[in-house]
RNA sequence: CGGGAUGUGGCGCAGCUUGGCUAGCGCGCCUGCUUUGGGAGCAGGAGGCCGCGGGUUCGAAUCCCGCCAUCCCGACCA
């Protein structure tokens, strides 16, 4: 391939650059003019709604209800759960004016909504009655980070946060770990993400939280995504906000509370997941359009081949394929199948006079897998229907295979510190670790990496630290990896 | 906050060292004609407080001082 203004960075040469490149190129953002801010446009937009229907169909089955907190939270509430405040002080934006005046009290633009959600929270509940509490909102937030990277970290982005009261830690730890399945089956059946569920080292735990589970995710620079997480507060916050409740005996008690997120980090994850050098590989479930049709031909060639593409775009939408026709007539079909290739179009189907008269269209699909195979296929343009539907099925299930291939490729089970080393500069170690801080960052400060969870698959194992020769603290191997 | 770069039509850049005449190139855009099965061709055209503020000079994109912003690399994070 010609590498002109065109094309991209290859990811071999500059993973980075290859990413910055594909999400301007494919239309998915643009900058702010404020540092680290992100304009998301329609095409990006649209993966994110479907990501979001998605999901908030998952949140609504098991009982949780939308509600919307505000933006400005008074300063006061940030500081009242001390691990909270620690964490988060350095990344608040603060409003000190409005109408012109200094403010009495500082207001915070919300980084996260545990203070008001559990500031209104105590106000709702006073009985076992009104238990569990299950709340949920979508909305922006806003953190200064240091190193923005565009759906990765942005100083705004846009988020799911589930929101629970309970009345017992039982009940708020089964919460937890449901909200923790809403993503995993997320990123697996829907985003094709290569993720792993698991516990959060103390270390990398949420500010405020008793437990932290994740679900990290394999980009194919060989780092980790951490692409949903779930807490486990215990009564840190009930105590912080007087979340109280009465119990069926009439003594007062604290709830057990959880919190949960996924963001549009979880769009970044998916492009460095599934993108190659000609752009992005959009898994069909998330793709604006599954199929795009590319009319062939000119004058009353043209209006022939229009019209048959129509026809069948009309067809293919009404049994459910999202499907658009790239019906711009000064653009050749060359620079249309080289767009679509790095917009991510899972199928695309070419549909020009020779195909017309035997009654077909080209499909040509944008990656497959294990096998390369670049050719096209003529199929019938009756059946096309039922036969891009199961076209469809079958690229979804194979990218979440290549991903999870891909994944454990890059996977080593290690026990030397060579071994660990050579492993964390290409991909995930699974290590036993001593579980201290300093050992930890002994780590970090060798070779970047960092535990990032404990998955809850497999069995119980104990071992020697592979940094220190401690015993291992977490009964189990940990993932070790560079991160994002 | 350290380190490194960059700010010039929508995008990507050249010009700056050695100040000068109308600020140039590619892509994109507009119009016309021809073209359409892997990034079309030709012709014509539009579009620029050269990041901002000062200074030096007859004259500044170019030299000097200051500021601002963004990007990239590290430590923090969904």
Not at 58 to 73: C, D, E, M, S, V
Not at 117 to 145: F, T
Not at 272 to 279: E, I, P, Q, R, Y
Request: charged share 25%; glycine share 8%.
């Amino acid at each position: 391939m010609v590498r002109d203004e065109r094309s991209v960075t290859p990811q071999s040469e500059d993973f980075s650059a290859w990413y910055n490149d594909v999400v301007f190129r494919a239309e998915l953002v643009d900058r702010g003019p404020v540092r680290g801010s992100m304009v998301i446009r329609p095409y990006g937009y649209r993966i994110w709604e479907l990501l979001q229907a998605d999901l908030d169909r998952r949140i609504k089955a098991t009982g949780h209800q939308n509600a919307y907190f505000p933006l400005l939270i008074p300063q006061s509430y940030m500081q009242r759960e001390a691990e909270h405040v620690e964490g988060f002080a350095p990344e608040l934006f603060t409003v000190t004016h409005a109408g012109g005046k200094e403010l009495e009290e500082p207001l915070v633009v919300r980084p996260t909504s545990e203070t008001i959600i559990g500031e209104m929270m105590a106000k709702w509940i006073s009985s076992h009655r009104d238990l569990p509490l299950l709340l949920n909102q979508w909305a922006n937030v806003l953190r200064w980070e240091m190193r923005p990277r565009m759906f990765l970290r942005t100083s705004e982005f846009l988020w799911q946060e589930g929101h629970t009261a309970h009345a017992d830690a039982a009940d708020a730890t089964a919460e937890t770990m449901l909200a923790l399945g809403f993503y995993q089956d997320l990123a697996v059946e829907v985003a094709a993400l290569a993720s792993v569920p698991g516990e959060k080292t103390p270390g990398e735990r949420f500010a405020g939280a008793e437990r932290t589970f994740t679900i990290e995710a394999m980009m194919r620079d060989g780092r980790a995504l951490q692409s949903g997480t779930s807490h486990f507060m215990g009564t840190n916050f009930a105590k912080a906000f007087g979340i109280t409740y009465t119990s069926e005996n009439g003594t007062a008690e604290l709830c057990h509370t959880t919190s949960w997120g996924m963001s549009t980090r979880m769009v970044g994850g998916l492009i460095m997941t599934h993108g190659d050098d000609k752009g992005l590989v959009l898994p069909p479930a998330l793709a604006p359009y599954q199929v795009v049709i590319v009319p062939i031909g000119r004058a009353e060639q043209a209006e022939a081949t229009l019209a048959a593409a129509a026809e069948l775009a009309g067809r293919l939408e009404r049994s459910g394929i999202r499907t658009h026709v790239d019906a711009r007539p000064q653009l050749s079909p060359g620079f249309k199948f080289n767009d679509w290739e790095m917009r991510g179009v899972p199928l695309r189907l070419e549909l020009g006079p020779r195909d017309l008269a035997a009654g077909t269209a080209l499909m040509s699909r944008r990656i497959s897998y294990p096998r390369a195979d670049a050719a096209k296929e003529a199929i019938p343009l009756d059946a096309a229907p039922d036969l891009l539907s199961a076209e469809l099925a079958a690229f979804q299930a194979m990218l979440a295979r290549r991903a999870a291939d891909f994944r454990d490729e890059h996977t080593a089970t290690v026990s030397t510190w060579p071994q660990f080393a050579d492993a964390v500069a290409t991909g995930w170690a699974l290590a036993f670790h001593c579980g201290d801080q300093a050992c930890e960052d002994d780590i970090k400060a060798e070779t970047t990496a960092t535990p990032r969870c404990v998955p809850l698959a497999g069995e119980p194992e104990q071992g020697k630290c592979v940094r220190c020769g401690k015993p291992s603290a977490y009964g189990k191997r940990v993932i070790f990896a560079r991160a994002y």
